[in-house]
C-alpha cells in the first residue's frame, strides 16, 4: 500500500517520549545561556539555531544536532516536519511563550535547532593552490563576522579564521548575518597572530606558498594591481584601530583599496568583501590584476 504524504501545516505525530517545556525551568535557562552567554556557550559546545536556511544548511552540511525545540502549540509547516521526522534528536514541544522569548520575534518561531560546534582547530581548514581564506584581527562586531563569512561563502573563499580578543562568531547575531553560510565555511577561532602564524609556516612547509595579504589605507600597492591568483590569506584589522603590530610586521603584502567622497575608510566587512571579490574576479579565467 502506497502512504500518502502528510499534508502540510499538520502537526508532527512525534515519538511518546517528546519532552514538554511549559515553564522557565532548568532546560529553558540552559537554552537562553547559549543564545546570551558566550562563555557558557563555549563550554557547552553548541549554539541554538532558527531560521529555514541556516537549519538546512546545518543539516544538509552533517553538523549534529543534539535537540529540536519545537512549538507545542498551532501547526507546523512540512519543512519542519521533514525536520524533525529526518534527523533523530533529542525533541522539545515548547509553549509558545517560551519559543517566542528564544526566538526574540514577535512571532515564535516553529523549529530551533540546538547544534553542536566543531572544536577551534586550525587544522579543518583544508588549503590547496586555489586557497582564499581571511583572517579577522581582533573584530568586535559579531555582524562584521557573520557578513564576512556570507561573502567568502559567496565568492568562492575557504575559510575564516577569527583571531585575538574577538567577538564570538557563534554569537546569534553572527549566525543571522552569515544566512547560514556558518555552516558551510569553516571558521576556527584562534587565541593570538601566534598560532595563525605558525599555521601558515606549516602550510608553507608543506609545498603550499600561502601569503597573507592586508588591507591598509598606507599599503604599498593599489588592490586592483596586485596578483591574487595563488593561495592568498586576506588579513582584516580591527574596525576601529586596524591591523595589530604584528600582523602589520607579518603580512607579505599591503595592499589598499582607492577611495573616492568624504569617507575616510570602509567597513571592515565591506573591505574585506571588496579583496575577495578582486580575488575572485583574478581567479576566473585565470585573468592577473587589472
Do not use: C
Amino acid at each position: 500500500m502506497t502512504r500518502s504524504r502528510p499534508s502540510r501545516d499538520r502537526r508532527p505525530s512525534g515519538p511518546a517520549g517528546d519532552k514538554r517545556v511549559t515553564t522557565r525551568n532548568a532546560t529553558f535557562q540552559q537554552w537562553e545561556t547559549l543564545l546570551h552567554n558566550r562563555t557558557k556557550r563555549h563550554r557547552a559546545g553548541a549554539i541554538l539555531v532558527q531560521g529555514v536556511r541556516p537549519i538546512s544548511m546545518a543539516v544538509e552540511a552533517g553538523w549534529t544536532v543534539r535537540s529540536w525545540l519545537y512549538r507545542s502549540e498551532g501547526r507546523l509547516s512540512e519543512w519542519a516536519q521533514e525536520m524533525l521526522r529526518s534527523v533523530r534528536a533529542t525533541r522539545y514541544a515548547v509553549a509558545d511563550e517560551l519559543m517566542r522569548e528564544l526566538g526574540d520575534k514577535e512571532e515564535p518561531p516553529e523549529l530551533l535547532a540546538e547544534i553542536e560546534t566543531p572544536e577551534d582547530d586550525l587544522s579543518r581548514i583544508r588549503v590547496g593552490p586555489d586557497f582564499l581564506g581571511v583572517v579577522l584581527d581582533r573584530p568586535t562586531s559579531p555582524g562584521n563576522i557573520g557578513s564576512v563569512v556570507r561573502s567568502v561563502d559567496a565568492l568562492g573563499g575557504s575559510a575564516v579564521i577569527v583571531g585575538g580578543h574577538a567577538a564570538d562568531p557563534y554569537d546569534p547575531k553572527a549566525v543571522r548575518a552569515s544566512t547560514g553560510s556558518l555552516f558551510g565555511v569553516p571558521v576556527v577561532r584562534a587565541p593570538s597572530a601566534r598560532e595563525v602564524l605558525a599555521w601558515v609556516e606549516q602550510v608553507r612547509a608543506g609545498g603550499v606558498p600561502l601569503r597573507v595579504v592586508a588591507t591598509d589605507e598606507e599599503g604599498a600597492a593599489e588592490l586592483a594591481e596586485h596578483d591574487l591568483r595563488g593561495p592568498t590569506l586576506v588579513l582584516t584589522g580591527n574596525e576601529t584601530t586596524g591591523l595589530s603590530n604584528r600582523w602589520r610586521e607579518e603580512a607579505d603584502d599591503l595592499v589598499y583599496i582607492p577611495m573616492g567622497g568624504t569617507a575616510s575608510s570602509l567597513n571592515a566587512a565591506s573591505a574585506t568583501t571588496v579583496v575577495l571579490y578582486e580575488a575572485s574576479r583574478q581567479r576566473r579565467g585565470g585573468r592577473g590584476p587589472a
